[in-house]
């Protein structure tokens, strides 16, 4: 089975600072697609970013980076100037062949003012 | 900006009963999908559906569970005969034709007593 692991269960960061959250995963397929979800106390999951494999640039959108790792196997989350609004639940996920995606255990994201 | 809407957003049912969860996929989606979130847990993948029938379940999604397309915008998750164990967050989830982004709805949650 797939696996993708997000082994930070929390984090906190200082409001305006950079922060950097953790995903390993498990795959034999060259071609995939990585995604990072941010999931606030609303429940609602909104796309953060997401990274084909093929490409070996990082995705980046606005404040949000990854730093994709293709041998190793991960895919980090960097997010610069952290907001108080960033604070969330966040998954790591991954697709293979367009089909379903499967999350990591989430990292909950504290903003310290 | 198109958006996957869920109805209702909160439901609470009593065990035995059946439930219809409804979604209304972003209109040029032709890949739905159906995953819960237990509360503190990590967004589990149900069933994907796709020209009409399902493409892809989970052991989860048991004799209980039903999907359907009952018409050219609704994709309606049925549980049978809710257990407690059936309380959660259901997710719906939608995507183009060649495309693996996958967009969610806010979510329906489910209380069943």
């Known amino acids: 089975a797939q696996t993708v692991t997000q082994s930070q269960p929390e984090m906190s960061v200082q409001e305006a600072e950079t922060v950097t959250l953790s995903c390993t995963y498990d795959t034999s397929e060259s071609d995939y697609y990585l995604f990072w979800y941010k999931q606030p106390p609303s429940r609602q999951m909104i796309l953060v970013i997401r990274q084909e494999a093929y490409k070996q640039q990082n995705a980046t959108e606005n404040r949000f980076s990854v730093n994709f790792q293709k041998a190793a196997k991960s895919f980090s989350l960097k997010i610069s100037d952290s907001q108080l609004g960033d604070a969330a639940m966040y998954f790591c996920?991954?697709?293979?062949?367009?089909?379903?995606?499967?999350f990591g255990t989430g990292t909950k994201l504290q903003v310290i003012p | 900006e198109p958006e996957v809407t869920q109805t209702p957003s909160h439901q609470v049912t009593q065990m035995g009963q059946e439930v219809i969860l409804r979604c209304v996929p972003i209109?040029?989606?032709?890949?739905f999908y159906w995953y819960r979130q237990i509360l503190g847990q990590k967004v589990e993948f149900l069933v994907s559906f796709y020209n009409n029938e399902i493409s892809e379940k989970s052991e989860i999604f048991d004799d209980q569970f039903s999907v359907e397309r009952p018409d050219g915008s609704n994709f309606t998750l049925k549980i049978r005969s809710t257990k407690l164990e059936d309380s959660a967050m259901y997710f719906c989830?939608?995507?183009?034709?060649?495309?693996?982004?996958?967009?969610f709805g806010p979510g329906t949650r489910l209380l069943v007593l």
């Open positions: 209109s040029n989606h032709l890949y």
């Open positions: 996920g991954k697709v293979q062949g367009y089909q379903k995606v499967t």
């Open positions: 989830a939608s995507r183009e034709y060649a495309q693996e982004t996958q967009y």
